[in-house]
T-cell receptor, first 114, second 113 residues
Framework: KQEVTQIPAALSVPEGENLVLNCSFT??????LQWFRQDPGKGLTSLLL?????REQTSGRLNASLDKSSGRSTLYIAASQPGDSATYLC?????????????FGKGTKLSVKP | NAGVTQTPKFQVLKTGQSMTLQCAQD?????MYWYRQDPGMGLRLIYY???????DKGEVPNGYNVSRLNKREFSLRLESAAPSQTSVYFC????????????FGDGTRLSIL
């Protein structure tokens, strides 16, 4: 059964720092991996989707990498800002009968201090 | 620019009561999903509809039913609410079930006493 783990559970950094959020998964037979952002009391916003054949995706100050063989993904945030404060969730989509079903990690709560 | 709209935003029920959570999307998406989010558990898929006219169970379907009313709307029904169903419920949609990002509503916060 696929399991997704995100470490650390919480992270506090000063404004301007570059930071890395980690995601690991137990079954490397994934279809894609997605990173989401969740603000308090809100739904999830899709940030980046990496297909299984890709190594990384970039959007603005965000860069996500994928290493299927080791079961790891990282989300790199450059020059962090207080507006980046949110919970970041990683989710994988498996091949097979449950294709299309996302399996989520529990998230990393990021706080960027001014 | 509504995206995915969920109603109601908050609801308190007594054990044994029934209710339906409503979800509508205006992005012409084919696939729709219902998740629940619980502290320490993350998001878990309850039911999904890969396309209009089809529905399938997800990871935690017990105690719930769904209806894909049309391409836009996907409802979740609790027939006899239990305290264990206290949660935040999210509806999501995507163009197709598979290699497409999912778009989420803002959630329904449901408390069952």
């Amino acid at each position: 059964k696929q399991e997704v783990t995100q470490i650390p559970a919480a992270l506090s950094v000063p404004e301007g720092e570059n930071l890395v959020l980690n995601c690991s998964f137990t079954d490397s037979a994934i279809y894609n991996l997605q990173w989401f952002r969740q603000d308090p009391g809100k739904g999830l916003t899709s940030l980046l989707l990496i297909q299984s054949s890709q190594r990384e995706q970039t959007s603005g100050r965000l860069n996500a990498s994928l290493d299927k063989s080791s079961g790891r993904s990282t989300l790199y945030i450059a020059a962090s800002q207080p507006g980046d404060s949110a919970t970041y969730l990683c989710a994988v989509m498996n091949y097979g009968g449950s294709q299309g079903n996302l399996i989520f990690g529990k998230g990393t709560k990021l706080s960027v201090k001014p | 620019n509504a995206g995915v709209t969920q109603t109601p935003k908050f609801q308190v029920l007594k054990t044994g009561q029934s209710m339906t959570l409503q979800c509508a999307q205006d992005m012409n998406h084919n696939s729709m999903y219902w998740y629940r989010q619980d502290p320490g558990m993350g998001l878990r898929l309850i039911y999904y509809s890969a396309s209009e006219g089809t529905t399938d169970k997800g990871e935690v379907p017990n105690g719930y039913n769904v209806s894909r009313l049309n391409k836009r709307e996907f409802s979740l029904r609790l027939e006899s609410a239990a305290p264990s169903q206290t949660s935040v419920y999210f509806c999501a949609s995507s163009f197709y079930k598979g290699n497409q990002p999912q778009h989420f509503g803002d959630g329904t916060r449901l408390s069952i006493l």
